[in-house]
């Protein structure tokens, strides 16, 4: 399913199996931003009040913390991950279109790099949740997942 990223920089969506997914993406980015699923449900709350409010809704909604469920759908939110994508819904056609034709990694990453390039912000959120999805998929540990040295 597809989710667009609530957050006061540029427009973002990604693709997640589930909105326990889509939650773990946003927590891990931000607690002020939030998440829609494309028909304009509110899938994660934005969470101004901290880590307390979150973690007691995280608990409600899907019966576990929100580090156990890390720990369950690790992969599942790496894929979410690497699959942000700077731009609205109706662009992501466009962008899974341009990606499946090309077939040579190196070029794909390139194509990927300079799309997510074209943010106005100086949150580059899509390259963030790349790297973040990378360390993910290495099997880094959570303190190396935040880290931002590569």
């Avoid at 799309?115 to 959120?125: P, V, Y």
């Amino acid at each position: 399913m597809e989710y667009e990223l609530i957050n006061p920089s540029d427009p973002y969506t990604f693709i997640a199996d589930g909105a326990e997914t889509a939650a773990l993406v946003v927590f891990m980015l931000s607690l002020a931003y939030g998440a829609n699923d494309k028909e304009g449900d509110i899938t994660v709350p934005i969470f101004l009040f901290g880590e307390s409010d979150s973690e007691d809704w995280y608990i409600k909604q899907f019966g576990r913390n929100s580090y156990d469920g890390l720990k369950a759908k690790r992969k599942e939110v790496s894929d979410a991950l690497k699959s942000m994508m700077l731009g609205h819904f109706e662009d992501r056609r466009r962008y899974e279109a341009a990606l499946s034709a090309i077939t040579e990694p190196d070029k794909r990453e390139k194509f990927i790099a300079d799309w997510q390039d074209d943010c106005s912000s100086l949150n580059d959120i899509g390259t963030l949740c790349h790297k973040m999805a990378e360390k993910l998929a290495n099997g880094d540990t959570l303190k190396k997942v935040f880290s931002n040295d590569d």
